[in-house]
């Protein structure tokens, strides 16, 4: 499809004219004209009506299948513009939908998508309804007063029971999650804006072949898989991208596959560090704002600044020092902030912190651990260097281990026969 893009910058703010072609790209729009103006928002059009004629006349021109707005549309503003300009006009939150639409593939990732466009069509539908009964016959998609107020009806309907196998989604990732605890894993989600190569970093620790494009959204779908940290087992989680004022309506709907975000006990942060300064500040700061939504800013917090084989070592070196900076004059508590290669496997520095970390969790503990049976003693020592440190031994009738252990695996080993002393 072809699509003129609008772009409205304010006065104080600009949009990020290349994100916004980019969005369009993922959508898979041929872009004809992108159309800009800095002003305040108009309440009627939200750009001003001059350069709404001169995009009359642009259509005329280039004869586009849509208009597409980098900003978000009010209800009223949809309808006033798509009555001017007599063509389907939407707005960058309905954009970013559609590439969800392309991106979704499980079940779970579906609902999501259906629930988040039914969101956004609520205040469409009431927007039409109240014009209708004030004489303006524009109806939502051609529809009469009728079948617009069924449709709203439906909408509703369809909400509720999304929500329910939402639910239960959600009461089932819950199981899931409790079992991996019982077997010591510890849970590391990635977080980070859309692009910056989760999923490359995801494969690269797993071992794993996740579809990793150099596209927006390449991942809707939440996966979780096994890898060893240091020796350690662990548990990776991608999640869906950050994008800047992640409306409302998207993070209520993707909610579940955020949870994945809240429920972790390490939060593994990830930038493009060969994107300018500027771009790595405003992805940096839009993220945490997601977070700081999630009230996840609490979690320990790793940062990893990806694809520093796209720059130079002293490029890197300096971006990381701005960040520091920054972190610092926002207050926000990192572990530490890491450049790395997902593309490469350059991943030790990471690994070796993601190690100190785990050890400071709750989770961990310290234990006198006695081993009575010397036959088990090498097994016992497998599984406790599998799920945490030894700090020492002590051989004799009774070995006496110390050791750092995952409490969800204490369990485990009290079905060995051994026996574990809290050691403060």
């Not at 466009?117 to 609520?122: C, I, S, W």
């Not at 309804?129 to 107020?149: H, N, P, S, V």
């Not at 009461?171 to 190569?197: H, M, P, Q, S, W």
């Amino acid at each position: 499809m072809k699509a003129i893009g609008i772009i409205r910058h304010s006065p104080n703010r600009r949009v990020n004219k290349e994100e916004f072609e980019e969005l369009l790209g993922s959508a898979g729009y041929e872009i004809l004209a992108i159309v800009e103006q800095v002003r305040a928002e108009h309440p009627k059009y939200n750009i001003g009506p001059g350069k709404l004629q001169e995009v009359k006349e642009l259509i005329k021109e280039l004869n586009p299948d849509r208009v597409i707005f980098a900003n978000p549309l009010t209800p009223s503003q949809s309808f006033n513009v798509t009555k001017e300009l007599k063509i389907d006009v939407i707005d960058k939150w309905q954009l970013v939908l559609e590439i969800f639409e392309k991106r979704a593939h499980s079940k779970e990732a579906k609902l999501q998508v259906e629930f988040a466009n039914l969101q956004y069509e609520l205040p469409l539908v009431k927007e039409a309804i109240r014009r209708i009964k004030l004489g303006d016959r524009a109806g939502f998609k051609g529809m009469g007063e009728y079948q617009t107020q069924q449709y709203l009806k439906h909408i509703r309907y369809r909400m509720g029971r999304i929500k329910k196998e939402l639910e239960k989604v959600k009461a089932d990732r819950e199981i899931k999650r409790k079992r991996r605890e019982e077997v010591g894993f510890i849970l590391i989600a990635l977080a980070g804006y859309t692009n910056a190569g989760k999923s490359t970093l995801l494969n690269t620790l797993a071992n794993e072949e996740i579809e990793a494009k150099m596209q927006m959204f390449t991942t809707l779908d939440t996966t979780t898989r096994r890898f060893m940290v240091n020796g350690k087992k662990a548990l990776i989680t991608d999640t869906v991208g950050f994008i800047d004022d992640l409306p409302p309506f998207i993070v209520e709907a993707f909610h579940s596959t955020l949870e994945e975000i809240i429920k972790a006990d390490i939060i593994l942060l990830i930038l493009d560090v060969s994107e300018p300064w500027k771009e790595i500040k405003r992805k940096f700061l839009a993220s945490i704002e997601v977070l700081k939504e999630l009230k996840t800013l609490d979690k320990p917090l790793i940062i990893a600044l990806n694809k520093k084989d796209l720059t130079s070592k002293a490029d890197a070196e300096d971006k990381k020092k701005a960040l520091e900076e920054l972190i610092t004059r926002k207050g926000i508590i990192a572990h530490s902030i890491i450049p790395i290669s997902a593309k490469e496997n350059d991943l030790g520095e990471l690994k070796n912190s993601l190690e100190e970390v785990m050890f400071t969790l709750p989770k961990y503990r310290l234990f006198e651990v006695l081993v009575r049976d010397k036959k088990k003693v090498p097994k016992v020592m497998a599984m406790i260097n599998s799920i945490g440190e030894i700090l020492d031994i002590k051989y004799g009738d009774t070995t006496k281990i110390f050791a750092y252990i995952q409490v969800g695996m204490i369990k485990s080993l009290t079905k060995m026969g051994v026996e574990l002393r809290h050691s403060s």
